[in-house]
């Protein structure tokens, strides 16, 4: 058995600058632009995360799969970038530590964008731990003396067998706003959600582990989360795949994203000095 880490720094697609880390239990790609996560897999697995086979992967644009960080702001923004800036730029690789169950964390740090002109000045720093389980958390300062108004997500885009075998637990009971239905407000009643048809939920003020089902794959996905009042789920189906120019026209088959973080009414207000932390761990086990 392979005794230590290991981290390769070489170019990605498009010739951005990539990280491949290995450890005895797993493998993941981490691209400085977007301190994406495009790839995590542990041996002997499937990969966990799904990256488009049509992604750009380009300064200015977003990675499409993996998991893109959402922030400062979920959705669309009048005259402004769609989810935030945080995915269109580089990050900066800060350091790298070895734990003792022989696990990697990367921390990376944001320097700010043009964007964040007008912001009130906040640092954003993001740690990334590979190893048995993926871990990743998103740590925001307000270094202002106003308050900060966020929203953040982590957008994880799952690899699937086929969406038809799949369910969604962990969200009975919990409010959602459904934008497939112009933001209607509905209430989970579901104890397994399953797809057949565009799927686009924000669940709101729920903390609760989701758990994805696969039972082609045979394998659930655990979603464990702290810092995060909203999980939104999301599959494109066919009309809207078509119309993206960075996702086959297939590949909602393939796909599921199950999302943390805190958005549209539970955004956060950080008041000057105070410190956000979103954090999501994601694990495997067998069905
Ligand atoms: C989801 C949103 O989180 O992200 C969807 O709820 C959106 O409405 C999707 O379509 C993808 O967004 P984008 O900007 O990455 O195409």
Request: hydrophobic letters at 40%; a negative charge.
């Amino acid at each position: 058995m392979e005794k230590s880490g290991l981290i390769i720094f070489s170019k990605g697609n498009g010739g951005l600058p990539l990280l491949k880390v290995h450890t005895p239990m797993s493998d993941a790609e981490i691209y400085l632009h977007g301190a994406h996560v495009t790839h995590f897999q542990r041996k002997g697995e499937e990969p966990l995360l799904f990256l488009s086979g049509s992604s750009r992967f380009e300064e200015g644009q977003p990675i499409r799969g993996g998991i893109p960080i959402i922030f400062p702001w979920f959705g669309p923004r009048e005259g402004k970038l769609m989810h935030g800036f945080a995915r269109n730029h580089p990050w900066e690789l800060k350091e790298i530590d070895t734990n003792p169950d022989q696990s990697i964390t990367l921390a990376f740090e944001f320097p700010l964008p043009a964007e964040a002109t007008g912001f009130p000045k906040f640092s954003a720093k993001y740690f990334v731990t590979v190893g048995e389980s993926l871990t990743l958390q998103l740590q925001i300062v307000n270094e202002s003396l106003e308050n900060l108004t966020l929203e953040d997500c982590l957008h994880t885009y799952f690899t699937v067998g086929e969406i038809s075998a799949v369910t969604v637990s962990g969200l009975k009971g919990a409010d959602y706003l459904d934008k497939v239905e112009g933001l209607a407000r509905k209430k989970e009643t579901a104890e397994q959600i399953s797809f057949s048809g565009e799927t686009d939920r924000a669940y709101l003020g729920t903390t609760a582990t989701t758990e994805i089902h696969d039972a082609k794959l045979r394998r659930r996905i655990i979603i464990e989360k702290e810092g995060s009042r909203s999980t939104v789920v999301w599959n494109p189906w066919i009309a809207k795949a078509k119309l993206m120019p960075d996702f086959g026209d297939e590949e909602y088959l393939r796909m599921v994203c199950v999302e943390a973080g805190n958005v549209l009414e539970n955004r956060r207000v950080l008041a000057p000095g105070n410190v956000s932390s979103l954090k999501m761990r994601l694990s495997t086990a067998g069905i």
